[in-house]
Every structure is written in structure tokens, then in C-alpha cells.
């Protein structure tokens, strides 16, 4: 299957720990985009990148996130100092700049700080 | 800023029913509009696209949706539902690749 993916799945942590999370594209998608999903709600945009830049950020996104690409393919979203808040679904998507705008997402981190 | 509204967030029907799923956009310049549907245990997938032309797209398992300009407004449907539909539905709509999705609509179908 060469769907996009994300690692882990799960995670629970204590507020105040550091958190990273991994996403793997489909191979030949140049645009990745990170989202995050609460319970009764829609996806809500954080940040995406083309290749290895990262062109837009959500004013969600705090200072205690930080996301990279560092070679264009998978890419990494670290959360820091977790808080209650922070917790809910992180979803990945990528996507082809051939094809306007279809997005492909994986299947999601549910994070959870106690 | 762009909005998303999906006025029906919980939907229960009989199998054969027919199906209409409002969505409304508050952006008035060239938007590209999706519908994405969560079936349960599965991610997201997209059901539906409009980017030009013919404003009543067709997409996969029947489902069909009518760009109506005038109203911002992009509504889904499908004229006889499965049980195998039971899923959540987003309405999105894109603007310079900053995609916005409605809170979803939950749809249950009875057998």
C-alpha cells in the first residue's frame, strides 16, 4: 500500500512532555499538510509545505509547535510543553501539484495528555 | 476569513431514502470545493471535487454534488441511500491551497 501514513497512531503523554509525530507521504506527492481534529469538528488546518518549505502556518499553530520536511518527503510535528488543549487527532495529508488540490490522508495520530 | 457550514450535523435515514447534505461557503471569489467522507474506522477520502465547469459533479457510489455560485453553496446528494453509506461527511472548500472544512455531518442508515 503506498497510501500515506503516520506514526504512531496513538499516544498519551503527561502535560508538559514533548511530543513528535511522523508522516509518510505518497512517495511522489510534493505538498504535505498537517491538521488537527477535535471531537464533533472538521479537520483544521495548521501548515503545509511544498517540497521541503514551508509555505503557510495557522495562527493555531503556537509557538510550541513546530513542524518540518527537512528533504521533501516525510515530515515530523513536534509539540512542546503538551498541554490538556493540545489533545485530539493529527491528520496528514498530501497531495500532487498535478492534481489541483486532491488531498490523500492518513490515517491520523490521537493524541491524548493526561 | 473563509467559513464552512453544514447546517445538518446528524442525519438518520431508512435505506432507499434519498439524501441532501447542505453546504454553505462564506468566500465570494474562485474557491475549489470537496466533499470528503470518514466511512467508521477508516480516514479520511474524497468523495467529490468541483474546480470548473459543469457545476453538478458526479462522484464515486452515486453521489453527486451542485455548485450553485449565487447561493455559496455546495450541496451533496444522492437519490437512494445503503446502509453502507453510514459514515461522516465534510463539506471543504479550498482557497490558494488552504483548504477549510465544515464541523461534518454524521449519517446513519437504517437497513
Known sequence: DTGVSQNPRHKITKRGQNV??????????????WYRQTLGQGPEFLTYFQNEAQLEKSRLLSDRFSAERPKGSFSTLEIQRTEQGDS??????????????????????????? | ????????????????????????????????????????GQHLQLLLKYFSGDPLVKGIKGFEAEFIKSKFSFNL???????????EYFC???????????????????P
Open chain 1, 20 to 33: 513528535t509525530f511522523r508522516c509518510d507521504p505518497i512517495s511522489e506527492h510534493n505538498r504535505l499538510y
Open chain 1, 88 to 114: 485530539a487527532m493529527y491528520l496528514c495529508a498530501s497531495s500532487s501539484d498535478r492534481v489541483v488540490e486532491t488531498q490523500y490522508f492518513g490515517p491520523g495520530t490521537r493524541l491524548l495528555v493526561l
Open chain 2, 1 to 40: 476569513a473563509q467559513s464552512v457550514s453544514q447546517h445538518n450535523h446528524h442525519v438518520i435515514l431508512s435505506e432507499a431514502a434519498s439524501l441532501e447534505l447542505g453546504c454553505n461557503y462564506s468566500y465570494g471569489g474562485t474557491v475549489n470545493l470537496f466533499w470528503y467522507v470518514q466511512y467508521p
Open chain 2, 77 to 87: 446528494r444522492k437519490p437512494s441511500v445503503q446502509w453502507s453509506d453510514t459514515a
Open chain 2, 92 to 110: 471543504a472548500v479550498d482557497e490558494s491551497y488552504i483548504p477549510t472544512f465544515g464541523r461534518g455531518t454524521s449519517l446513519i442508515v437504517h
